[in-house]
């Protein structure tokens, strides 16, 4: 591993830190010996964690959604700074993050590829045009045309399919449709939010319409380093059935076999090529249809993975991607072999429906432990989306099976209480 013995190592500047990542690399940074300074809005500094707070070295206090304005202010704090590396924590940031890279003269992604890793439908154009298996999608500006497109071509796109905003993440406005009926809600659904919180980014209005792909679903991370692919550990993603799909959990290893092992790895790697990851890290979700050897790739994003998913990889293969992924922006080698061979799940607790949360308690067992992300009291939101989490538990053990077991097995003895 890479570490600086000057206590004024080198400095990485993340756009937006804030986030199920950020804690991990805050985490990677102290132990690198990297300085970390963070781009974000004034207010929503002032909103930060005292963790986060006081980790940073320093603050670019910009107007992210301004992209002009932003590129000016970062680049001469990255001057001011001698900054020797960019990061985005943030999905909708990372294009952001690849034009300060070109401009700064710093390692990072092909800023023209760059916006493919934020929008969907550009995505599906850079998966066509790199030949990566993918469903078949369509676009829409509202209801009418949505109808229209699901019956086009000579199959149309079928029944069930995914109906999503173009840009957007934490599976918010994703729905199954079943059929005809369900479609309007579903388009209202992902064109509910035009502008993401908390930094006020406007979206891209339109809906994407997707060919249902059946099967299990995995995700891979790969480290790009200097235009090289590194691939991570595949993971296995549980979620929920039907109209909505939130995630219920991850487990690593993922139980596949080593050949599709290698199939996911490569399918992510060259979903994270095709949308121009040349220095950094990209988070890819896959399913595999069953009876098929051919991973689909549902997304794929120039980002570290959330759901702490950071821990669940290094508690079973030893790799940290956050300290892959700074040494990446930082022109390195990245340290991504694996130093144990153990097995890690994550089970998240999610409410049966909205309200206000009453009561939850998860138990503690050895080889675990669980984190409670709202309090009684709280607004409990309806489970379609991440959002509606009350808590988590990982669980680390031998194998992947005795993991998930005991994870479920914590679950199971936890109580949610939604009035
Ligand atoms: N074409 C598809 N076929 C089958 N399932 C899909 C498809 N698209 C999405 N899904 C399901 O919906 C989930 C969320 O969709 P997607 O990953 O595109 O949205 P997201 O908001 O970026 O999600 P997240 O940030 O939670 O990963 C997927 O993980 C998958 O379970
Ligand atoms: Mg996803």
């Known amino acids: 591993m890479t570490m600086w013995t000057s206590p004024r190592g080198p400095a990485v500047l993340v756009i937006e830190p804030m986030g199920n990542a950020g804690r991990f690399l805050v985490e990677a940074a102290d132990r690198l010996g990297v300085r970390l300074y963070a781009a974000t ?14 980790a940073l070295a320093g603050v670019c206090a910009t107007d992210l959604t ?4 932003a590129l000016e202010d970062m680049a001469a704090f990255c001057r001011q700074h001698a900054v020797a590396g960019i990061a985005a924590c ?22 023209r590829l760059a916006h493919a890793a934020r929008n969907k439908i550009l995505m599906g154009e850079a998966f066509a045009a790199a030949g990566i298996p993918a469903p078949r999608w369509a676009v829409a500006h509202d209801v009418a045309e949505a109808h229209r497109v699901a019956r086009e071509g000579p ?74 692919a590194y691939p991570m550990p595949v993971v296995r993603k549980d979620t929920t059935k039907g109209r909505y799909r939130v995630e219920t959990g991850h487990t690593c290893p993922s139980g596949l076999s080593a050949r599709l092992v290698a199939q996911v790895r490569h399918t992510a790697a060259r979903a994270a090529l095709a949308v121009g ?23 794929t994003g120039a980002r570290l993975p959330g759901d702490s998913l950071c821990e669940v990889v290094e508690a079973a293969t030893g790799v940290s991607e956050a300290v892959a992924y700074l040494q990446a922006v930082l ?31 998860i138990p503690g067992l050895p080889g675990t432990h669980s984190e409670v992300s709202l ?16 808590g988590h538990v990982v669980a680390r053990a031998g194998t992947a099976d005795r993991a998930r077991a005991l994870a479920d097995r914590v679950v199971a003895r936890s109580r949610v209480e939604v009035g």
């Open 41 to 54: 809005h004034e207010e929503v500094h002032d909103g930060y964690p005292d963790w986060l707070r006081t």
């Open 66 to 69: 301004d992209t002009a304005r």
């Open 90 to 111: 943030f999905e909708l940031f990372t294009p952001l993050a690849a034009l300060l890279a070109r401009r700064v003269g710093l390692p990072g992604n092909d800023p």
């Open 155 to 228: 199959d149309g796109l079928g029944w069930p399919l995914v109906v999503k905003p173009a840009e957007q993440g934490g599976s918010w406005g994703v729905s199954v449709v079943e059929g005809p009926d369900g479609l309007a809600d579903a388009v209202e659904a992902a064109q509910r939010f035009t502008h993401a919180q908390p930094h006020g980014l406007a979206l891209d209005p339109r809906v994407l319409l997707q060919e249902y792909v059946a099967g299990e679903e995995y995700s891979c991370d790969t480290v790009v380093a200097g235009g090289v």
């Open 277 to 299: 990851v040349r220095d950094g890290i990209a988070h890819t979700e896959v399913k595999i249809p069953p009876g098929s050897r051919t991973p689909h790739v549902i997304e």
């Open 331 to 361: 022109g390195l080698v990245p340290d991504t072999v694996p130093s144990r061979a153990d097995a890690a799940a994550i089970r998240f607790l999610l409410p049966e429906s909205g309200g206000v949360l009453r009561r939850v308690d």
């Open 375 to 390: 309090r009684p009291g709280d607004a409990v939101p309806e489970p379609s989306d991440s959002t509606c989490r009350v």
